[in-house]
């Protein structure tokens, strides 16, 4: 697959450019893993659902109610956070599932994501262009128009055991207008170009991340979360903290 030169992106602390909106979509068969997970789709289905039955209280809303059409509407789990993965103990719901996923080149986040039914997340941009996003469908209720995704100008279907896979720093969107729960498992994948930055990526990200949950609490802190200074800061400690104190929980 051919790689487009194009410039580290962090959402929080650059401005955006028309380039970001260039080739929403990837095609699922321009990566050698989609196959292996495709046909695992009970295996992966099987985990993840039994465990959502079991820990519902552990799927928390999205920490910012602004991207919702009504609050608590998005949840989600994630035993793989951005270079850093959960406990022992809840990875070993995921056993099979993990085996597959590690087999993913510069995997570095896995979630399970449930839109409930009607609703919308709202128009935004991710927090970085590093990555590919892949969602895997588990339970699609519905296609477009009553369910769906959109990035850049052009909307597509999730589909059950299939991948969808796009460029995070996109302008998106995502529905479910229907009465059933949509599920899917969230990757995140660096791009080839990104992969010598990896940790500094996740560090990075880990930073922004934090930095925008202390701004939905505390408005008035924008302004120096937002500082080069404070956010180079984070970024340093976070990815000490990764390569230096987390390795044995890391994938990396």
């Avoid at 996109?170 to 599920?183: C, D, E, P, V």
């Amino acid at each position: 697959m051919k790689e487009r030169e194009e410039k580290l992106f962090f959402e929080f602390v650059h401005k955006r450019t028309d380039t970001l909106n260039d080739q929403p979509f990837s095609d699922p068969a321009d990566f050698e893993w989609t196959p292996l997970l495709e046909t695992n789709y009970q295996t992966i289905y099987d985990e993840v659902m039994t465990f959502f039955e079991n820990h519902q209280k552990d799927f928390y809303p999205y920490f910012s109610d602004e991207l919702m059409n009504a609050p608590g509407k998005w949840r989600s789990f994630g035993f793989y956070f951005w270079g850093m993965r959960a406990s022992k103990s809840t990875c070993a719901n995921f056993t099979k599932t993990l085996s597959l996923l590690k087999s993913i080149p510069g995997i570095v986040s896995a979630s399970i994501s449930i839109m409930e039914p009607e609703s919308e997340i709202k128009p935004h941009y991710g927090d970085t262009n590093a990555i590919y996003r892949c969602h895997y469908g588990l339970v699609i209720p519905s296609a477009l128009p009553d369910a769906g995704f959109q990035a850049g100008y052009e909307q597509r279907s999730w589909e059950q055991g299939k991948f969808l896979i796009f460029n995070d720093a996109a302008y998106h969107k995502a529905w479910n207008h229907t009465s059933q729960n949509r599920i899917i498992l969230i990757l995140d994948v660096i791009r080839p170009e990104f992969r010598n930055r990896t940790l500094w990526i996740c560090a990075r990200v880990h930073s922004i991340l934090f930095s925008q949950k202390l701004i939905a609490k505390n408005r008035h802190m924008e302004k120096v979360l937002r500082s080069p200074l404070i956010q180079w800061s984070m970024a340093l400690y976070t990815w000490l903290k990764l390569g230096l104190f987390k390795r044995r929980e890391m994938w990396l």
